[in-house]
């Protein structure tokens, strides 16, 4: 699989290149471009498969590369690598043909290899591996859901009254763990063994395994005349399959199914139908049925106040305002649940992004390693809200007991507050003391200036983000607190002794 990276960060570049081992998976880098039109030209030239795509870039940003592709006829695929509060632009992107996103700063190397692998395994095994004889039919009928029908007549089903039914199994992880040995999963196989019963009798009915927790059934029914009638067929096989694999394997599974279709041409459709009514599921836990709707898609207003609560979120977590992030983080929560106008993947996202602003060490692994197996929106919200409030409640005073009060109320604002412009006057006001007081206090006590000791905090927060080549150096020198990248610079180099772009590449 040919593979173009398009990032004007040439760390970026370097990072993705570099942390991925290309060959051995079976993919090629074929070029990397700085800006939105160099991107353009290498498509034309190399032809990739798939193309990493920046959604903010000099001379043409990811947008307007996407609309250029459309115009020229370019098919390759596009994942977006976006900041955190780009939301209005990436679901932009998604509208233009943009299969998945990234948030860069919390991209991790696994989740974009497995988004990768599934890409390649439609575009390249498909096209070279037999058709099954027998049940399920396998790559016939995967072929035929995700638009390919030549072989369509390779299955049981005929064209007429036809039904896409998706499933998958709740608890996945917990559930899989109890079926493996010697590091093979054994559900799969016993979920086809199941099925193959249950559907040998089925006249007009494929199944197959689409993911490791995704599987499909297509159902077709000429006999009948009646919408209803099939219909209530579809739902008398969904309870059939859901109590059966309950009863035999102990397992609880949950179905989505689409519109009735009555051409193979359609499967497609029916398929993201399906998959559409089946991601329901995440803010509605307790129903195991979801039948596709024309739901119409949230709306710009809809999507502007979701960017709106992140964004206020961001500030939160960047000024260290308590009251502004947790008001956010609610309503946003609740704006989420009655509009429902946010996937399962990109909520995950968002709080994955504020735990990796609040906590960049193992606790950050840990936490983002528990919330991945969590599959409902209530749930994932009672993961979260504990370490949020535990982070914001957790106060610096036992570091500090050896100082006046009045220095520990400065040290404690300033640890609070460092990316904020504070100066003597501002404090002097804040804590009614003089500045000049404050200042002499602060040195015979802590052994050295206030803005030495401010400095100090910001320049160590910067270090630790620089080692993450998804900042980019002038974004990292504002969310610690300065004005100027210019000034970071200068400072960074006086405290670390050399510039912020040399310890980068030094530690990267």
Known sequence: MRILIVDDEPLVRIGIKSAIPWEAHGMEIVGEAADGEEAIRLMIEHKPDVIL?????????GIEVLQDMKAKGIEAKCIILSSFDDFVFVKKAMQ??????????????????????????????????????????????????????????QTKLNEGNLHVIVFSIKNYV????????????????????ILSELLAKEKEAEFTQIDK?????????????????????????????????????????????????????ESNRAFTQAKQALSQKFYRPDLFIFHYHHEHHAGEQVLEQVTTYIKEMKMGLRENNREQFMTNLVAWEQFLQEEECMSEQDVHKIYDFILFMMENGEEYNEYRNKAAETEDFTTLKDVYRPFFDEKWNKGSL?????????????????????????SLKMLSHHFHVSSNYISRLFSQEVGRGLFDYMNEIRIEKAKDMLKDYRYKIYEIAEMVGFNSHVHFAIVFNKYVGMSPKEFRKENS
Do not use: C, W
């Open 53 to 61: 795509l920046d959604i903010k870039m000099p001379k043409r940003d």
């Open 96 to 153: 233009l043909g943009a299969v998945d996103y990234f948030h860069k700063p919390t991209m991790n190397v696994n989740d974009v290899l497995d988004v990768l692998k599934k890409m390649q395994s439609l575009l390249e095994p498909q096209r070279e591996m037999p058709i099954e004889r027998g049940f399920g039919k396998g790559d016939a009928l995967r072929n035929m859901l995700h638009g390919k029908t030549e072989n369509a007549h």
């Open 174 to 193: 917990q559930v899989s763990n109890r079926y493996t040995h010697d590091n093979v999963t054994l559900l799969p196989n016993s979920i086809t063994n």
């Open 213 to 265: 927790n995704l599987f499909a059934l297509v159902t077709s029914n000429i006999r009948s005349k009646s919408e209803q009638a099939t219909l209530s067929y579809v739902n008398d096989l969904i309870q059939l399959i859901h109590s059966s694999l309950k009863r035999f394997v102990n397992i609880d599974t949950v179905f989505g199914t689409s519109d009735v279709f009555s051409s193979f041409m």
């Open 398 to 422: 036992a570091n500090h007991k050896k100082y006046s009060q009045i220095v520990r109320n400065i040290l404690k604002y300033v640890e609070e507050n460092y990316t904020q412009d504070i």
